[in-house]
């Protein structure tokens, strides 16, 4: 299918657990992103990257770790997932680093608890 | 820190009515502003982008504006319509970076 995916759409976990939600797009988009939604936050950014191999913190990175060895993946790693990360998750992927447009994936509901 | 706000966070309107979305900025350094739509339990979907250099663009009954002196920028949905229910948000695009408001929660009354 074209466009960006995410998977996988719902996860719990208990505190202390690794996870990984991965992240797919079909455009070879050179930027990806991602984000965690929450009440009263908005969208905040956690790491975005400029390309294979290239990434970058943004502004809520602590507890989070990325990977991008290709173009059209993007996983976001919990390395010891905690209650305060449950939030929905966004992952975006962009064709400039000037911000054309972004396009957003379906999204990740986790639970930590 | 760049800072988007968008006021109201709620807004109930019956149809037909022709509404204003408010979103606001602290930085007006930008690259560009855009709009964002997005329905329960859904991702995002791109509404509209104004880059810095623009001061408007528009698609269908929507109407996007962009005053980077004020920090300010305002979506018009004209005729709206109960399809039309769903979360407003802006981003504020810097280098590299999205900011996002919270957004704006409009229903639209049949």
């Known amino acids: 299918d074209a466009g960006i995916t995410q998977s996988p759409r719902y996860k719990i976990t208990e505190t202390g657990r690794q996870v990984t939600l991965m992240c797919h797009q079909t455009w070879s988009h050179s930027y990806m992103f991602w984000y965690r939604q929450d009440l009263g936050h908005g969208l905040r950014l956690i790491y975005y990257?400029?390309?294979?191999?290239?990434?970058d913190k943004g502004e809520v990175p602590d507890g989070y770790v990325v990977s991008r060895s290709k173009t059209e993946n993007f996983p976001l790693t919990l390395e010891s997932a905690t209650r305060s990360q449950t939030s929905v998750y966004f992952c975006?992927?962009?064709?400039?680093?000037?911000?054309?447009?972004?396009?957003f994936g379906p999204g990740t509901r986790l639970l930590v608890l | 820190k760049q800072e988007v706000t968008q006021i109201p966070a709620a807004l109930s309107v019956p149809e037909g009515e022709n509404l204003v979305l408010n979103c606001s900025f602290t930085?007006?350094?930008?690259?560009?502003l855009q709009w964002f739509r997005q329905d329960p339990g859904k991702g995002l979907t791109s509404l509209l982008l104004?880059?810095?250099?623009?001061r408007e663009q528009t698609s269908g009954r929507l109407n996007a504006s962009l005053d980077k002196s004020s920090g300010r920028s305002t979506l018009y949905i004209a005729a709206s319509q109960p399809g039309d229910s769903a979360t407003y948000l802006c981003a504020v695009g810097g280098f590299n970076k999205f900011y996002f408001g919270s957004g704006t929660k409009l229903n639209v009354k049949p």
């Open positions: 975006a992927s962009s064709d400039s680093g000037k911000q054309e447009t972004q396009y």
């Open positions: 104004i880059q810095s250099s623009q």
């Open positions: 930085d007006s350094a930008i690259y560009n």
């Open positions: 990257s400029a390309a294979a191999d290239i990434t």
